[in-house]
């Protein structure tokens, strides 16, 4: 300390160099009084949080300011007992170097010890009293936190509800039930299994249940822009208020952007790549499509802290992991969004199922998220990924070339025939994946697909080789019912020719062709009909079919009581007779 070198050269002090001594002093006592209360609250946080270096930390502080309250308080002792300074400060050096006191001075204060010890003991003492107060407060705060969310914990299928849960037939029931009886091949499974993802995840709180379909509208913020590839970007997005997001989504789920680069509103779905474990952003990954109105409008105008408008979440191509024990997943292109974000999701929550992924690229230098992958295939022992792409541009690639293929698949899963499989990609890649794993034995109710909603050209894909369902409004007088009718000949065209239809709320008729959407015939009468995806997954386009049949591909975006009320989706809907709509 500087004070003892100062009282060292010092036989006696003038009434000015005391004055100065007792300034100097008392600012000491009060810069190590102050140093004190700002270090304890953060030692106590170290300490009460298990943060090692954190609390190291902190104990040198206090040590340090420590040290400023001795000094000052060494200064007060010396001047109020009208001791010679350099003897002091000699007596202060001997004692710090451990050597015996020559002069053999009879201690002051009470059983040999100066104020200064007790303060600094009665110092440390409140230091510890303060630090076990703030352990326990902390201990009963997180045994109160848990109580509650037991309380309020529900079950994860609760996540599920209809967003994708298992149809009757799913053989991951039966998987759940040997895995309870304890089967030597689930032993197997679960010797493969880290030792730390052995038991379940816990209970997913009530608070964070999915928001419903498209019940969020509003704006998000960029708040950063990641370069994927040369074509793909992602694009982070948070609530412009900051916090946790407005709503609340499932991997695999997809939110709506509408852009006007022109003055014109146009939306495009894209997919959630994010984990829902992440509740402060979330953030779409968007390749730049060829005549791409919105895909060119995002990567080439869009840039950090603008607004975009939103409407989430949608969807039912989502895995939580309640659905089966295990999963395949099978990505092409930017179709690895959904399936990363599931990924994600499972590694996030310490899943303790088989995950397979099984990727394909037309190059390796178009792997989107590749070094993420990697290290969460070295993290995670039950995630298995397989990378294929069909050309390597460089020597450095590790891993497949050429495309997926039947033996590759059942090469890279074992027990195949079991799994529970999502595809997403490109239309005719998910046909052709479809077609593998029906003819390696996997059955058609365990594949579940999705349209590329992160592509603005989708083309839908369904779940099961089916004919279009039909939905139709009898007519009047007609029993409730009652099979839809043909649309009466015309004479010199057909039915097809003839077919038209009326909007009854906007008051306007518009020829329908076979080929031709009641969407597609709204836009070109001037019809506002709301919708996103365009493929039939998100629901956006529902309308109330009031008279005549419609048939439609997909119907995902339907709910379970639509078809009883003659809802239909616009964007699938197709008649070859007269219908008429509620728009």
Not at 11 to 33: C, K, N
Not at 234 to 259: I, K, N, Y
Not at 266 to 295: K, M
């Amino acid at each position: 300390m500087l004070l003892y070198p100062t009282l060292a050269n010092a036989a006696e002090l003038s009434p000015e160099q005391r004055a100065q001594f007792e300034r100097l002093a008392r600012d000491r006592v009060t810069e190590g009084i102050n140093r004190l209360r700002d270090t304890l609250d953060a030692l106590g946080q170290a300490v009460a949080g298990g943060d090692l270096r954190g609390a190291q930390t902190g104990a040198q502080t206090v040590r340090g300011a420590l040290g400023w309250l001795e000094g000052g308080l060494a200064t007060f002792a010396m001047l109020s007992a009208n001791e010679a300074p350099n003897a002091v400060a000699m007596n202060w050096f001997r004692q710090e170097m451990g050597l015996p006191n020559s002069t053999a001075v009879v201690p002051h204060g009470i059983f040999g010890l100066e104020p200064f010890h007790y303060v600094a003991m009665l110092a440390l003492v409140a230091l510890v009293g303060m630090l076990l107060w703030i352990s326990r407060q902390r201990a009963q705060r997180t045994r109160a936190l848990m109580a509650q969310l037991a309380h309020a914990a529900t079950p994860a299928t609760a996540l599920s509800g209809d967003f994708g849960a298992p149809s009757a037939g799913d053989p991951s029931r039966a998987q759940r039930s040997a895995l309870a009886t304890g089967s030597a091949s689930d032993a197997a499974t679960l010797r493969a299994s880290p030792a730390a993802v052995l038991s379940p995840p816990a209970p997913v709180p009530a608070e964070i249940s999915p928001t419903p379909t498209n019940g969020w509208s509003g704006h998000l913020r960029v708040a950063q822009i990641f370069q994927e590839t040369p074509q793909v970007k992602t694009f982070r997005l948070v609530d412009p208020a900051g916090g946790r997001l407005p709503f609340v989504f499932l991997p695999g789920q997809f939110l709506t952007v509408t852009v006007a680069p022109d003055g014109r509103a146009v939306r495009r779905s894209y997919t959630i790549a994010s984990s829902p474990t992440h509740r402060d952003y979330c953030e779409i990954t968007v390749r730049r499509e060829s005549h791409g109105i919105v895909s060119g409008y995002l990567h080439d105008s869009v840039h950090r802290g603008e607004l975009l408008s939103i409407t989430a979440p949608a969807g039912r191509f989502t895995f939580t992991g309640e659905e089966s024990d295990s999963i395949l997943l099978v990505a092409g292109g930017v179709g690895i969004t959904p399936m990363m974000s599931v990924v994600r999701y499972l590694t996030d929550r310490c899943w303790p199922g088989r995950i397979d992924l099984v990727y394909g690229c037309k190059a390796d230098n178009d792997v989107i998220f590749r070094e993420e992958l990697e290290y969460l295939a070295r993290r995670f022992r039950n995630l298995h990924m397989t990378l294929v792409a069909d050309r390597a541009e460089t020597s450095a690639w590790p891993h497949r070339t050429g495309r997926i293929s039947k033996e590759l698949l059942v090469d890279a899963v074992p027990d195949l025939v079991t799994r529970r499989v999502h595809v997403c990609g490109p239309g005719p890649m998910m046909d052709a994946v479809r077609q593998m794993l029906v003819d390696a034995g996997v059955a058609a109710q365990q594949i579940r697909t999705e349209a590329f909603i992160g592509k603005e050209r989708a083309v839908p894909a369904a779940d099961t080789a089916r004919a279009p369902s039909a939905i139709g409004v009898p007519a009047a007088g007609g029993p409730a019912g009652a099979e839809p009718t043909a649309a009466p000949s015309v004479p010199g065209g057909t039915a097809a020719e003839a077919a038209a239809v009326v909007f009854a709320r906007s008051n306007k008729r518009a020829a329908l062709g076979p080929d031709q959407t009641i969407l597609e015939a709204a836009e070109e009468a001037g019809v506002a009909i709301d919708y996103a995806c365009r493929v039939g997954t998100c629901g956006t386009c529902r309308v109330k079919l009031l008279a005549g049949s419609v048939t439609m591909d997909i119907e995902e975006g339907l709910e379970p009581t639509d078809k009883a009320d003659n809802i239909v989706l616009a964007c699938q809907a197709k008649s070859t007779g007269d219908v008429t709509v509620d728009a």
